[in-house]
């Protein structure tokens, strides 16, 4: 486990949400790692949406025929562990909160349940394109070596001794597949952040996120939403994070979508009461 500095958050509506989620993913076709390898999208165009966890679990029964699900170690609902790396005052941040065309988020990101972990860097280019860039590390590597300074040299404009690590993040992901046309869909849940004795959990939420080669309004997922009126919403699980926990740090561009996600949260509780 990589979150050692993440005190365990035990918040009910989370067991009661993957129950529930875990359930509706047993009518999905499982597709395996290799598999979906195919499809890795590492430069793509992403679509995201922000719903509640009871929104995410009639959305499931809509798409079962249309989407394979990751399936590891005969777990559908896998485990990621991220740390992310920023400048000591933020800048990678305040690229976000200040709207930049061109931006980045560097990272360390374990996937718990394939017992792998890369050091990434994503780029959100100007021409709304995510370019991500990887590389497989030790769990002992989390602090940046000499390879992964030249790594953040060669894919941002920063060096790598000018990043230290900020942010813990936990979440549980669904990962589809479409059947017919090259396209990802990611779905996280039960969303967790953490810096030193301070956590904070998002339980009720979760976060689609549509990765395809070239936007297209054809996708299923899409269309869906667009049935349910749920609208694309931009929303980084590192800015949240940031907000949620640090303060001091410039956050009123984030205040309006945080509002909505509060919005949600109180919603699905009411509605799961």
């Not at 529930?20 to 999905?28: D, G, P, T, Y």
């Not at 999208?41 to 992403?46: E, G, K, T």
């Not at 549980?172 to 597949?177: A, D, E, F, G, Y």
Request: hydrophobic fraction near 35%.
């Amino acid at each position: 486990m990589i979150a050692e500095g993440v005190q365990p958050i035990c918040v009910t509506e989370f067991e009661q949400a993957a129950s529930r989620i875990k359930r509706m993913l047993a009518r999905f076709d499982p597709i395996s790692l290799a598999e979906m390898d195919r499809v890795a999208l590492l430069n793509r165009s992403d679509t995201k949406y922000v719903m509640r966890v009871s929104q995410l679990h009639d959305t499931l029964r809509e798409i079962a025929g249309q989407y394979r699900v990751l399936e590891i170690k005969q777990t559908r609902l896998n485990h990621y562990e991220t740390l992310y790396y920023d400048t000591p005052d933020f800048q990678l941040y305040q690229q976000h909160h200040n709207g930049l065309g061109s931006r980045y988020k560097v990272r360390a990101r374990e996937y718990v349940d394939s017992a792998l972990m890369f050091f990434e860097v994503k780029h959100k280019t100007n021409q709304e394109r995510t370019i991500k860039s990887r590389f497989q590390i030790r769990a002992a590597d989390v602090n940046l070596s000499e390879k992964t300074d030249t790594f953040v040299e060669t894919h941002t404009p920063y060096h790598g001794e000018e990043l230290e690590p900020k942010l813990w993040n936990r979440f549980l992901r669904i990962t589809l597949v479409n059947k017919t046309r090259p396209e990802r869909l990611t779905l996280d849940l039960n969303l967790e952040f953490g810096w030193g004795d301070a956590c904070v959990a998002l339980p009720g939420i979760a976060v689609a996120e549509v990765k395809q080669e070239h936007f297209s309004t054809q996708s299923d997922f899409i269309q869906l939403m667009r049935r349910a009126g749920i609208r694309p919403a931009q929303f980084s699980k590192y800015c949240a994070g940031v907000c949620l926990l640090y303060d001091g740090v410039k956050g009123n561009n984030f205040k309006m979508r945080m509002r909505m996600v509060g919005k949600l949260m109180e919603e699905e509780d009411g509605y799961v009461g």
